[in-house]
């Protein structure tokens, strides 16, 4: 079987998990194709899938890809940005998935407002209060948002959440609802100039579980990839 088909029969799978698993209390998530290591002759067969959307966690890589991509493809951020980085992929990416503290959302409303944009992102949440992970903690989190509702040149749109590396799925579990429970609440607080529409959770490993409680997006890679190129 060539890549193409192998990748079309993947992601078709991931789709009818999705599905299933959020036994119609929810909208099936959608799919955030994760390329990191990828190649380009990789990540294009997606344009016939319908996935348009595509996950990066390096400056660098998303400044060598992007140029190369058919412009109906939408470039997140996902993995943890310098702030001295910020600037290059202002006009390179859809959403800024990883804001995960002050410094950083001050330097993108900064660069935003230089570069005459509004730079949509999620702010970046700490699942389980580990601080390693990176992310917010839960209880500083409204405090976060309310900082951010008064920068012009972001846009907050929703959370994101990388969930601990576990074995342990009653934990999982757990985690993934108190996230939900974390997103309603501050969706409810209706705090000016912040939106509470996206909610990006679930990895290859816990998709499943990510959908059951209510993910909006799951970043999905080598379950539709294989595994990574090189080490991250
Ligand atoms: C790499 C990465 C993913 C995808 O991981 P897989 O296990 O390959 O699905 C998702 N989110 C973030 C933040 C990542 O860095």
């Given at each position: 079987?060539?890549?193409?088909?192998?990748?079309?029969?993947?992601?078709?799978?991931?789709?009818?998990?999705?599905?299933?698993?959020?036994?119609?209390?929810?909208?099936?998530?959608?799919?955030?194709?994760?390329?990191?290591?990828?190649?380009?002759?990789?990540?294009?067969?997606?344009?016939?899938?319908?996935?348009w959307?595509?996950?990066?966690?390096?400056?660098?890589?998303?400044?060598?890809?992007?140029p190369?991509?058919?412009?109906?493809?939408?470039?997140?951020?996902?993995?943890?940005?310098?702030?001295?980085?910020?600037?290059?992929?202002?006009?390179?990416?859809?959403?800024?998935?990883?804001?995960?503290?002050?410094?950083?959302?001050?330097?993108?409303?900064?660069?935003?407002?230089?570069?005459?944009?509004?730079?949509?992102?999620?702010?970046?949440?700490?699942?389980?209060?580990?601080?390693?992970?990176?992310?917010?903690?839960?209880?500083?989190l409204?405090?976060?948002?309310?900082?951010?509702?008064?920068?012009?040149?972001?846009?907050?749109?929703?959370?994101m959440?990388?969930?601990?590396?576990?074995?342990?799925?009653?934990?999982?579990?757990?985690?993934?609802?108190?996230?939900?429970?974390?997103?309603?609440?501050?969706?409810?607080?209706?705090i000016?100039?912040?939106?509470?529409?996206?909610?990006?959770?679930?990895?290859?490993?816990?998709?499943?579980?990510?959908?059951?409680?209510?993910?909006?997006?799951?970043?999905?890679?080598?379950?539709?990839?294989?595994?990574?190129?090189?080490?991250?």
């Open positions: 079987m060539d890549f193409a088909t192998a990748l079309a029969q993947r992601v078709s799978d991931v789709q009818h998990s999705l599905e299933e698993a959020t036994e119609g209390r929810y909208p099936a998530p959608r799919i955030i194709a994760v390329t990191k290591t990828h190649p380009l002759e990789k990540i294009l067969p997606l344009a016939s899938l319908g996935l959307d595509i996950g990066e966690n390096r400056v660098q890589e998303i400044r060598d890809k992007q190369a991509l058919p412009p109906s493809f939408r470039v997140h951020m996902i993995g943890r940005l310098q702030t001295n980085k910020v600037k290059y992929i202002m006009k390179k990416v859809c959403l800024i998935q990883s804001v995960d503290r002050m410094e950083l959302a001050e330097m993108i409303h900064r660069q935003a407002c230089l570069q005459e944009t509004v730079m949509p992102v999620l702010v970046q949440v700490s699942p389980a209060g580990e601080a390693q992970k990176g992310g917010i903690a839960p209880e500083a409204e405090g976060f948002l309310r900082a951010l509702s008064g920068m012009s040149g972001l846009h907050v749109r929703g959370l959440a990388v969930m601990p590396h576990t074995d342990d799925t009653d934990l999982l579990d757990t985690l993934f609802f108190q996230m939900r429970c974390r997103f309603e609440q501050m969706r409810d607080l209706a000016n100039g912040i939106d509470m529409e996206e909610l990006s959770m679930g990895m290859s490993e816990d998709y499943r579980l990510a959908a059951r409680h209510g993910a909006t997006m799951v970043r999905v890679g080598s379950a539709l990839f294989g595994p990574r190129e090189y080490p991250m």
